[in-house]
């Protein structure tokens, strides 16, 4: 499963390890007992979700690979329960790709976690003229750099946040839907949010039981209201 993100990012579901069946016998071993029927397996899902008994989740593993902006792989990291592997800057160079949004936001004035997208063409125009051509002159200072025998590692210096990057993320189910909860929400960054939309997508494909449950009884945003 692959999903195109934001102007020129991905995200891809890389590999798995189990599905809602292996959080049911995670659980049941504690018992003695594996899978009953489906009917039985799915309401003990739902139990341990409603309960908070949550470490039989961690029993499935996602992998995913992502193309994201800096900006968006820097919060992204901030998710510590997983395991990251990024591409480096000092071993490859950066192409001609950065982040430049179809929007432009202000602050808001009532809750300064969030964003305002603006519909004032001008200011649209200008702000994003603005960001092209400082994206256009830090790539030609980069290239510019590594001709006089600069090292990558210190031509990336004067790259902007909004360069991509790319990283193998390995995450547990239970980790993901934290991730989950404070980024396909409102209040985190747009940017993210895109991203977070997408792996819920994947998340439901892959194990619907645990999505369904999660959405009912654990989810704490409000973007996914409607997709258990």
Not at 213 to 225: S, V
Request: with cysteine; proline share 3%.
């Amino acid at each position: 499963m692959e999903y195109n993100v934001l102007d020129k990012g991905f995200v891809r579901l890389v590999d798995i390890l189990g599905d809602d069946f292996s959080a049911v016998k995670a659980a049941r071993v504690s018992y003695g007992k594996e899978l009953k029927t489906p009917e039985k397996d799915k309401k003990l899902i739902f139990y341990l979700m409603k309960h908070g008994h949550e470490t039989p989740f961690e029993h499935i593993v996602f992998t995913f690979h992502a193309k994201a902006p800096i900006f968006v792989a820097r919060q992204w990291f901030r998710h510590r329960i997983g395991s990251f592997n990024e591409a480096s800057l000092r071993y490859t160079e950066l192409k001609d790709e950065f982040y430049i949004p179809n929007h432009v936001r202000v602050n808001d004035t009532e809750d300064k976690q969030k964003g305002v997208i603006v519909d004032d063409e001008n200011l649209k125009n200008n702000a994003l003229e603005i960001i092209e051509k400082s994206l256009e002159q830090s790539y030609k200072n980069y290239k510019k750099l590594l001709k006089m025998g600069i090292a990558r590692e210190m031509a990336r210096i004067v790259l902007p946040m909004s360069s991509y990057t790319q990283f193998y993320w390995t995450v547990n189910a239970r980790s993901l839907m934290n991730f989950l909860n404070l980024r396909a929400d409102s209040h985190a960054q747009w940017e993210i949010q895109q991203y977070a939309i997408y792996i819920a997508e994947i998340f439901k494909n892959k194990c619907p039981w645990t999505f369904e449950a999660f959405i009912k009884y654990r989810y704490k945003g409000d973007l996914l209201k409607n997709k258990g």
